[in-house]
C-alpha cells in the first residue's frame, strides 16, 4: 500500500535551518509530482511546494520563494523540503502528499517547532 513518511523535524532556533524528508513506498514514485503541506497550530493545512516527478520544476507558495527548496532523489525514493531562516510562523506540522489518481495520500506529519 501507499506509504508516506516524514523524518527530521523537531525544535530549531530562529534563523536556523531544518531538512524535512518524506519516504516513500507503494507506488511509482519517480512517475509521480510530490507536494509538501504544513499545518500550524488553529489554522487550516497550507500547501507549501510541489516538485514534479524528474524534480526539474519546483512551484513555491509565494511566501516562501527563497526560504524553502524542495528536492528529490528518485532512486531513493524520497523527497526533502530544504528550510532556512526559520521563523517562529514557520512552526508547524509539515506533511509530504501525493496524489494518484482521484485519491490523495499523506504522510503522518512531522512537527516543527522554532523557539528560542
Known amino acids: 500500500q501507499v506509504q508516506l513518511v516524514e523524518h527530521g523535524g523537531g525544535l530549531v532556533q530562529p534563523g536556523g535551518f531544518l531538512q524535512l524528508s518524506c519516504i516513500a513506498s507503494?507506488?511509482?514514485?519517480?512517475?509521480?509530482?510530490m507536494s509538501w503541506f504544513r499545518q500550524a497550530p488553529g489554522k487550516k493545512r497550507q500547501w507549501v511546494s510541489v516538485i514534479t516527478s524528474s524534480g526539474g520544476r519546483t512551484i513555491y507558495i509565494d511566501s516562501m520563494e527563497g526560504r524553502f527548496t524542495t528536492a528529490r532523489d528518485n532512486a531513493e525514493n524520497t523527497v526533502y523540503l530544504y528550510v532556512n531562516n526559520l521563523k517562529p510562523e514557520d512552526t508547524a506540522v509539515y506533511y509530504c502528499h501525493c496524489r494518484l489518481g482521484e485519491k490523495d495520500y499523506w504522510g503522518q506529519g512531522t512537527q516543527v517547532t522554532v523557539s528560542s
Open positions: 507503494g507506488f511509482d514514485f519517480s512517475s509521480t509530482s
